[in-house]
Structure formats: C-alpha cells, structure tokens
C-alpha cells in the first residue's frame, strides 16, 4: 500500500462499484475524505463520470468538474485504465493549476522582456505561445443548474481574450440550451474598449440566439467606466459579488 500512498500526484484505485479502494497522500490532501469516487464528482459532471466509469476496459482522459477541499467547482483533467481484476486507477490532474502556472510563467517572462531587447526576441515566440494559452483556458464554463452558468473571467479584458472565449461560450450554452450566464469580472485587471466591444457582441448574440440573460458580477468603479457604454436594450444585470449572484439565483429556483 505505501507505493500507492506516496505516488506524488492526485490517485485513486476504485473497484467495480467506484468506491476507493486506495489513494495517494496527494489525494488525502486536496480531496475530501469520502468512500466513493462518484462523491467528489459535481452533479453536473455525473454523467459523463459514469458514462466513462461504466466502460471498465481500457483507458480514457476526460475533464471532470470536482470537489475539493478549499473549491467545490475545480476543473480536473481525468485519466483512468480499467485493469484485468476489475480495479481502476485514476490520476486527477487540477487545470485550475494548469491556469495559475501559466499566469506566473508569463509574469516572469514579463519581468525578464523589460530587462533587454535581447531578450525581447529570444522568448517572443515563448510569451504569445503563453498568452495563447492563456486565453484559451479564461472564461471556464462552471455549470451551477441544469440552465444556469457561471463564466470567471481572469487577467486583462482584451478584444483577442474575448474572441478566444466567446466561440466557446456560444458553443456550450447552444449545447446545453442555456438560459443564464453569470460572467464573474472578480479577476479581471485591465479592460478595454476593444474588449467591451466583442463583450458586447458576445451578450447580443447569446440574447438573439435564444434569449439567453447575461449578468454581470463583481466589476470595480474603474471598470464600470469602460463597460457604461455596453448597449442596454437587451436585458443585462449587474451584481456586485459571487456571493449575491448565488443568493438571487437560488431564489429564482
């Protein structure tokens, strides 16, 4: 048991009815100690954890909405491998550390870039392929009910970031049949006025595709400058924090 104990990256072994058979000491310390694996799986991520649970023969990679200790929503990229006497082993790899890593990478390659030119061009190439990723990880899709989404929004609020996000955006709530998006700016920097605009493009079109309501949370007064010239004729709220969005959705319940 000690092998699987000290393996130093998130694993569980399961048996055939999912409950958790062993787990690493990475495992005890990010998640909560439960008996089966399925208990740590987000309602909204439950069908696709047993869609592929179910298989029993083979290997898969998947992304998976869990709970964690300090997190109830953390997105894990999933990898399991059925083995001959009917166990399965998982390893749970965090993407919202996948996110955090890349924010740090670009910030000290920012650091290094306005030392010397020389520098400038040796990590161009190496900071766009970072923003790039960047922008493609922002603006996760966290489902909160059957309808109801919420999108955090991370670092500065570019015209380049949004056209990342929006394709995605318009994707999943089409999908999903989605009726309300929360946009969460709690860790938005910078805005600009190019980025207001696709913002904007992104709103009308959720509401001409089928009236889908976008509410804005936790902007700064700083912000709200920018985004005072969004279009209004379309519904669109603001509230000022998580906490409130959560609180007026469950009385809309």
Known sequence: MSHVTNIPVPYFQINHDYKILARSKVADELFPLVAGFLELVDGDSMTKATKYLRIKSGTSQFELVMQTTTNP???????????????????????????????????????????????????????????????????????????????????????????????????????????????????????TQEGVDELQGLFKTLWYMGQIEAIIIGITPKQAVVLNHLD??????????????????????
């Open 73 to 191: 929503f953390s997105l894990f990229e999933v990898h399991l491998s059925w083995n001959m006497d009917h166990t399965c082993e998982i390893v749970c790899i965090n993407k919202d550390d996948q996110s955090n890593q890349l924010f740090k990478q670009v910030d000290r390659l920012h650091s290094r870039l306005e030392n010397t030119n020389y520098e400038l061009l040796e990590k161009k190439n190496e900071l766009e392929y970072a923003m790039q990723k960047i922008n493609e990880l922002s603006g996760p899709i966290i489902s909160l009910t059957e309808k109801v989404a919420l999108v955090p929004l991370f670092g500065e609020l570019t015209d380049e970031k949004m056209h990342y996000i929006a394709e995605k955006i318009l994707r999943i709530a089409h999908e999903k049949n989605q009726e309300r998006l929360y946009f969460d700016f709690t860790g938005v920097g910078e805005v």
């Open 232 to 253: 209004t004729q379309y519904p669109l709220k603001f509230v000022s924090t998580l906490k409130d969005a959560i609180k007026d959705l469950y009385q809309k319940v």
